[in-house]
């Protein structure tokens, strides 16, 4: 009998944080969202291709990715669409549930600050970053700054039990990323290990106790609103089923926000969630995320 042919992780974000990019201003926002859409679908295409075992649609899609402009082209793309004069500062909306719960005069006075890792991070100007409410660790696997480290986030070491308070975080941001991950078994695997970076919120402002510890998650809308395979019940379902409860929600013409506040529950039987079709029609996309 074949032996199994072993598989090894693939680091999720690689594909779409090359080094060394450098934005470019001059491009438009019609041409930010075309090289963006661009990419994306290609790199499904691909992610199919490979796990089909499909050598030849899976040589014929790099060509494809790298005659569109390839990864630095799309880094730009993505960093441009991020700045602020295009809007794409997702972080306000975190902002705005924050200071909604408690002031930041009130957070500065009790000299307290929340510590928040950002995972995939592209630049260090976000307003998280400015509102110096913050203990920040950036990471992304291929780092645009030199206050961003360069970290695989499934690779990264999680705090242990006995540190959890001292290095543990009362924030953890997907901003953008768990959408890029090819793989939607891979995606659940990565929302799965959030709480393993939570720490318990022991201290500080008692109106902060209902947005901490929280995962801020922002994915584009048509992944929940448009998706065959996940809608806002399913998204809550598999949340819960990892100890989260949504305490925000915000929906906008391109993205859909949460902020999920951990609230773990022991639990002999994790729950199992498949890739099932919830929703039919042609116009649907393949987004979804599975929990082994």
């Known amino acids: 009998m074949a032996s199994k042919k072993k598989s090894s992780r693939p680091r999720l974000l690689s594909s779409t944080r090359p080094r060394n990019a450098r934005p470019t201003p001059s491009l438009s926002s019609q041409t930010v969202r075309a090289l963006v859409r661009t990419h994306h679908t290609l ?83 976000n307003a998280c970053s400015r509102s110096g409410l913050f203990e920040m660790k950036r990471i992304d696997l291929h780092s645009q700054h030199p206050h961003i480290e360069e970290q695989d986030f499934m690779q990264m070491q999680s705090p242990r039990p ?63 609103t448009n998706s065959r395979y996940l809608d806002e019940g399913r998204l809550e379902s598999i949340m819960e089923s990892i100890g989260y409860r949504r305490a925000k929600r915000k929906l906008s013409s391109k993205l859909i926000y949460y902020l999920w506040k951990y609230e773990p529950q022991d639990s002999d039987m994790p729950r199992v969630f498949k890739k099932e079709q919830l929703r039919s029609g042609g116009s649907r996309n393949n987004f979804a995320i599975v929990l082994r």
């Open 162 to 224: 006995e540190n959890q308070g001292e290095q543990g975080y009362d924030l953890v941001s997907l901003s953008l990323v768990v959408n890029f991950v090819g793989d939607p078994t891979q995606r659940g695997d990565m929302l799965r290990r959030v709480g393993s970076f939570l720490r318990p919120y022991t201290g500080g402002p008692d109106e902060l106790a209902e947005c901490a510890p929280a995962l801020f998650l922002v994915l584009p809308a048509p992944c929940v």
């Open 43 to 125: 790199r499904k295409q691909l992610s199919t291709a490979v796990a089909q075992g499909d050598y030849r649609t899976t040589e014929r899609l790099k060509a494809e990715i790298e005659a569109s402009g390839g990864l630095n082209m799309y880094q730009e793309a993505s960093i441009i669409g991020q700045s602020a004069e295009r809007g794409g500062d997702t972080s306000k909306v975190l902002m705005e549930w924050l200071l909604g719960a408690t002031s930041s005069e009130r957070l500065i006075e009790a000299h307290y600050k929340l510590r928040m890792l950002e995972v995939g991070a592209l630049k260090i100007d």
